[in-house]
């Protein structure tokens, strides 16, 4: 009987605690009219699942742009259904609910840079296990330089059979795109590398120099 | 070198750090064979395959402090040997990797089977150099150096499933050659 | 792709008994065993590099005063926060914790960190600032330099790996996309953000 009061309790908090930090990050952010419907948009995706972060950064975009509150309150709806249809295409990728926040926000991604949606759950059906960030990003990278989104899918998704680390996935794109610099038509490019797959060029990193000198963000300015 | 009746690892970790320097070669001589064996089937040539080896020892030497399991030192000489010749590898493209020198030259004192065992290795070593690096890595490991998948884990850092199909495509590509030719 | 019977695969793994292998399949599962115990040997005379290695380790070390002139040479990086109370105090603990860490250079980098490096040519400007999702947004945190003073502005930046969105805020009120970056998404506010992709450095 504890036991369930103090639950109880726990569960009366939290959720006024929740809202109280979303309010806690918007405060002095946006303006205050768009506070209260902002707030009920991320508290409507709290309840379906959906991942919030993505929300609240688009409502502190808007205020740090200076836009009016209707049109934050607009962004902030837009970015919630961009989040159910994200899910959406997993769903019927086939992936099981409840599906990872993580997925739904690089699927959200992958539609928002141009994916089609069959295309985009094309790999999302290929590339069984998540992250699936850097395959969506690569086959995007891609069709953001006007390959044929089913072709570009197509590579990286013989890239992930061949077994090409998750992490190297944006290399392939890269590759392609140095051989379409070096002259090559966007098939020639392809087929140049998706047959030299699993070999990939070295990726390119920061010099030592740069890294040397690389620091972390300065701490926010109290309000 | 027989090297019956020498410490354990971890007792031979243990003196290096407390900087008795001539105990690293006990290090040396149990695990050199095996590492060479390794690095000349991933880098096609036994010049390239010491060089791998001995800058990898004389990482391992300074670095052993950050060993964190002296038992397990043979899957952490592993690991810097396969770094090691990966950055080899990196600095030539795999299809310039050279089949080690030339090949041997018959010996009249040569029975049938030895020559029809030379042609073999041959026809292997050529597969093994076709193979893409992460493929060839998998295979020597597990067929040649007889590591566990567990233990390749550990070496490679890629997870057991990811090791599994490199180890069996390369098994595939192996059988084609060799199905090929018989 | 020749694909094979998966219980090849399953006893040169050891999960299945050899007896347990069908006899149409162990001439396959010999042939590989045959194939493998060939690359066991390496023909040829036996190499040892432990006389390399052994002479490579005692060489001396070189000493303190070498070691010493090595780090007053090195370029590092000094991490200094912005508020004036403590800014002195800080810097001298930071450059306590540089002496014990010197044979860093620059940042240490956590295993899911990675590098973010911003550039724009902006040759009128008197300010820059990368403004994302990295930083909630606010303005002030991650500001580009021009050094040189050739209109080029740069930050080089440590920030967990993962996907952002950002923009370049110039004079503190001029909102443009890194064109440089080839990653744009609309912002739904009627402009474009880049699109960053951090990577682990630790690969």
């Given amino acids: 009987m504890k036991g369930w009061v103090v639950l109880a309790c726990a569960a009366f908090l939290a959720v006024p605690l929740a809202a109280q930090s979303v309010r806690g990050r918007l405060e002095g952010r946006i303006p205050s009219e768009a506070i209260p419907p902002v707030d009920s948009l991320i508290q409507f995706a709290s309840q379906e699942g959906l991942p919030t972060e993505p929300l609240i950064q688009k409502a502190l975009e808007g205020g740090a742009k200076h836009a009016a509150a209707p049109r934050i309150v607009a962004a902030v709806q837009v970015s919630l259904g961009q989040l159910r249809d994200a899910r959406d295409v997993l769903v019927r990728a086939g992936d099981q609910p409840p599906v990872l926040p993580a997925e739904m926000t690089t699927v959200a991604w992958a539609l928002r840079r141009g994916l089609p949606a069959p295309v985009v759950e094309r790999v999302v059906a290929a590339v069984t296990r998540p992250p699936r960030a850097a395959a969506m990003h690569a086959v995007a990278d891609l069709v953001a330089h006007r390959f044929d989104p089913d072709s570009a899918a197509g590579l990286i998704i013989e890239a992930v059979r061949d077994g090409v680390p998750q992490e190297r996935l944006l290399d392939v794109s890269t590759a392609v795109l140095q051989q379409v610099q070096r002259g090559y038509t966007r098939a020639e490019a392809l087929a140049i590398v998706r047959r030299g797959l699993p070999n990939l060029p070295a990726p390119s990193k920061p010099t030592r120099g740069s890294v040397a000198g690389a620091r972390r963000p300065s701490s926010p300015a109290p309000p | ?182 | 792709m020749n694909v094979i019977d998966p219980r090849i695969h399953q006893a040169l793994d050891g999960e299945l008994a050899a007896e347990a292998v069908p006899a149409d399949l162990r001439r396959t599962v010999a042939q590989l065993a045959a194939a493998a115990d060939l690359l066991a040997a390496v023909p040829g005379p036996a190499v040892s590099v432990e006389s390399r290695v052994m002479a490579a380790i005692r060489r001396p070390a070189p000493s303190p005063a070498r070691r010493a002139m090595r780090w007053l040479v090195t370029p590092r990086a000094i991490i200094l926060r912005v508020r004036p109370a403590w800014s002195v105090a800080f810097a001298a603990v930071v450059a306590a914790l540089t002496l014990f860490t010197a044979d860093h250079e620059g940042p240490v980098l956590a295993e899911h960190e990675g590098i973010a490096q911003f550039v724009g040519r902006f040759p009128e400007a008197q300010s820059v600032h990368a403004v994302g999702t990295f930083n909630d947004w606010r303005p002030g945190s991650i500001a580009l330099e021009d050094q040189d003073h050739d209109g080029v502005w740069r930050a080089t930046v440590v920030l967990p790996a993962g996907t952002y969105e950002y923009m370049f805020v110039v004079d503190g009120e001029r909102w443009v996309p890194d064109h440089l970056a080839e990653r744009l998404v609309a912002d739904e506010f009627g402009r474009e953000n880049s699109i960053v992709i951090v990577r682990p450095a630790r690969r």
């Fill in chain 2, 1 to 182: 070198m027989d090297v019956r009746g020498t410490p354990p690892d971890a007792e031979v970790v243990a003196l290096v750090l407390a900087g008795d320097a001539e105990a690293f070669g006990f290090v040396i001589r149990r695990y050199e064979a095996g590492l060479l064996r390794f690095a000349t089937r991933m880098l096609g040539s036994r010049d390239a395959a010491a060089d791998a080896v001995a800058e990898s020892f004389v990482r391992a030497y300074r670095h052993l402090a950050s060993c964190r399991e002296p038992a397990r030192l043979r899957t952490w000489l592993y690991r810097i040997v396969t770094n090691r010749c990966k950055s080899h590898l990196v600095r030539r493209s795999v299809a310039d990797v050279p089949l080690d020198d030339a090949p041997p030259v018959a010996d009249p004192a040569d029975t049938e089977a030895d020559l029809e065992r030379a042609d073999q290795l041959l026809l292997v070593e050529r597969a093994l150099a076709d193979l893409s690096p992460d493929k060839r890595e998998a295979f020597v490991l597990k067929h040649v150096e007889g590591l566990s998948y567990e233990e390749m884990a550990a070496v490679t850092g890629e997870r057991i499933p990811t090791l599994k199909m490199r180890v069996h495509r390369a098994r595939e590509a192996l059988l084609k050659v060799l199905e090929d030719h018989t």
